[in-house]
């Protein structure tokens, strides 16, 4: 076998296991991103005070999904 051409396919193999475990830590942040979205609640209300309750907890929602979305 050519030396060039054993090179280039090990080339090809290590590319494609990388594409594959990129694939697998998209998949893992999805569901991580899906579940974290699941935890929301309704505000209590219709009013305005009743959404400002929810305010801790949409901060640290969105504090945790720019850590995730940076990763």
């Not at 051409?5 to 594409?19: A, D, M, Q, V």
């Not at 991580?32 to 309704?42: A, G, R, S, V």
């Amino acid at each position: 076998m050519n030396r060039k051409y054993s090179k280039e396919l090990r080339r090809n193999e290590y590319g494609k296991e990388k594409n594959r475990l990129e694939a697998f830590s998209d998949g893992v942040l999805a569901i991580i991103i899906t579940i974290m979205i699941l935890e929301l609640k309704q505000p209590a209300g219709d009013g305005l005070n009743d959404f400002l309750a929810l305010t801790p907890t949409l901060l640290a929602y969105l504090l945790s999904f720019m850590f995730e979305a940076i990763y």
